[in-house]
Protein backbone atom coordinates (compact mmCIF):
# COMPACT_ATOMS: atom_id res chain seq x y z
CA UNK A 1 0.00 0.00 0.00
CA UNK A 2 3.02 2.28 0.33
CA UNK A 3 3.74 4.02 -2.40
CA UNK A 4 7.26 5.75 -3.30
CA UNK A 5 7.82 8.76 -5.45
CA UNK A 6 11.02 9.71 -6.63
CA UNK A 7 11.58 14.11 -6.46
CA UNK A 8 14.62 15.56 -7.35
CA UNK A 9 16.59 18.03 -5.44
CA UNK A 10 20.00 19.08 -6.57
CA UNK A 11 20.05 16.88 -9.59
CA UNK A 12 19.83 13.77 -6.95
CA UNK A 13 16.81 11.62 -6.71
CA UNK A 14 15.49 10.53 -3.01
CA UNK A 15 12.83 8.23 -2.34
CA UNK A 16 9.88 9.98 -0.65
CA UNK A 17 7.16 8.58 1.04
CA UNK A 18 3.94 10.32 -1.05
CA UNK A 19 1.95 10.42 2.50
CA UNK A 20 4.60 13.17 2.88
CA UNK A 21 3.52 16.02 1.38
CA UNK A 22 0.32 15.76 2.57
CA UNK A 23 -1.97 17.06 5.79
CA UNK A 24 -3.20 14.64 8.24
CA UNK A 25 -7.14 15.42 6.95
CA UNK A 26 -5.89 14.54 3.42
CA UNK A 27 -4.61 11.54 4.67
CA UNK A 28 -7.80 10.77 6.26
CA UNK A 29 -9.67 11.62 3.00
CA UNK A 30 -7.69 9.19 1.41
CA UNK A 31 -7.90 6.23 3.94
CA UNK A 32 -11.82 6.81 3.83
CA UNK A 33 -11.81 6.22 0.25
CA UNK A 34 -9.66 3.41 0.24
CA UNK A 35 -11.88 2.31 3.33
CA UNK A 36 -14.98 2.23 1.11
CA UNK A 37 -13.23 0.80 -2.02
CA UNK A 38 -12.10 -2.06 0.19
CA UNK A 39 -15.38 -2.43 1.26
CA UNK A 40 -17.26 -2.15 -1.59
CA UNK A 41 -14.97 -5.26 -2.68
CA UNK A 42 -14.97 -6.98 0.53
CA UNK A 43 -11.83 -7.05 1.44
CA UNK A 44 -10.19 -6.68 4.99
CA UNK A 45 -10.79 -2.93 6.04
CA UNK A 46 -8.54 -3.20 9.66
CA UNK A 47 -5.47 -1.96 8.83
CA UNK A 48 -7.57 0.92 6.74
CA UNK A 49 -9.10 1.25 10.10
CA UNK A 50 -5.83 1.43 11.88
CA UNK A 51 -4.42 3.84 10.07
CA UNK A 52 -7.33 5.97 10.24
CA UNK A 53 -7.10 5.54 14.17
CA UNK A 54 -3.30 6.64 14.28
CA UNK A 55 -4.04 9.86 12.00
CA UNK A 56 -6.73 10.85 14.52
CA UNK A 57 -4.18 9.73 17.84
CA UNK A 58 -1.92 11.95 15.96
CA UNK A 59 -3.90 15.05 15.12
CA UNK A 60 -5.15 15.25 18.80
CA UNK A 61 -1.36 14.88 19.66
CA UNK A 62 -0.63 17.97 17.36
CA UNK A 63 -3.12 19.74 18.51
CA UNK A 64 -2.09 19.34 22.19
CA UNK A 65 1.63 20.23 21.30
CA UNK A 66 0.14 23.03 19.59
CA UNK A 67 -1.96 24.52 22.83
CA UNK A 68 1.10 24.07 24.94
CA UNK A 69 3.51 25.89 22.76
CA UNK A 70 1.35 28.42 22.48
CA UNK A 71 0.91 28.74 26.17
CA UNK A 72 4.88 28.97 26.69
CA UNK A 73 5.16 31.57 23.93
CA UNK A 74 2.63 33.49 26.20
CA UNK A 75 4.65 32.92 29.53
CA UNK A 76 7.47 34.02 27.89
CA UNK A 77 6.13 36.80 26.30
CA UNK A 78 4.51 37.82 30.01
CA UNK A 79 8.01 36.99 31.63
CA UNK A 80 9.81 39.17 28.98
CA UNK A 81 7.43 42.15 29.59
CA UNK A 82 7.80 41.79 33.43
CA UNK A 83 11.11 41.59 33.47
CA UNK A 84 11.83 44.93 31.14
CA UNK A 85 9.35 47.16 33.41
CA UNK A 86 11.62 45.78 36.85
CA UNK A 87 14.58 46.94 35.11
CA UNK A 88 13.30 50.08 34.13
CA UNK A 89 11.80 50.97 37.68
CA UNK A 90 15.75 49.48 39.16
CA UNK A 91 16.90 52.01 36.22
CA UNK A 92 14.80 55.11 37.42
CA UNK A 93 15.24 55.05 41.32
CA UNK A 94 19.25 54.40 40.29
CA UNK A 95 19.10 57.64 38.95
CA UNK A 96 17.23 58.91 41.25
CA UNK A 97 19.40 57.75 44.09
CA UNK A 98 22.73 59.09 42.03
CA UNK A 99 21.00 62.62 41.68
CA UNK A 100 19.38 62.88 45.07
CA UNK A 101 23.48 62.14 45.89
CA UNK A 102 24.37 63.88 43.83
CA UNK A 103 22.64 67.63 44.58
CA UNK A 104 23.15 67.25 48.06
CA UNK A 105 27.04 66.75 48.08
CA UNK A 106 27.31 70.54 45.70
CA UNK A 107 28.12 73.10 48.29
CA UNK A 108 26.78 76.59 47.44
CA UNK A 109 29.63 78.79 45.91
CA UNK A 110 30.39 81.89 46.98
CA UNK A 111 29.60 82.97 42.94
CA UNK A 112 26.22 81.41 44.00
CA UNK A 113 25.23 84.08 46.00
CA UNK A 114 25.45 87.76 44.16
CA UNK A 115 27.03 90.39 45.45
CA UNK A 116 24.89 92.73 47.97
CA UNK A 117 24.15 96.44 46.33
CA UNK A 118 25.40 99.04 48.42
CA UNK A 119 23.69 102.27 48.26
CA UNK A 120 26.10 105.53 47.89
Same mark, same amino acid.
Given at each position: *? $? %??? /?????? @???? %? ?6 ? =?? #? $?? +??? +??? /?? #?? @? #? %?? +???? &??? +? ?7 ? !????? %? /?? @? *???? @? ?9 ? !??? =?????? =? /?? *? =? ?20 ? #? &??
Amino acid at each position: *M $Q %QLK /LSTHNN @VTHP %QKLTDSFT =IS #Q $QK +EQL +ENL /LY #QK @V #Q %QG +EDIS &PCI +EALYYLASK !QTTED %Q /LQ @V *MWAE @VARERSAFNSL !QRV =IITAFA =I /LG *M =IAFFNGAFRSVKPSAAANPPAV #Q &PH
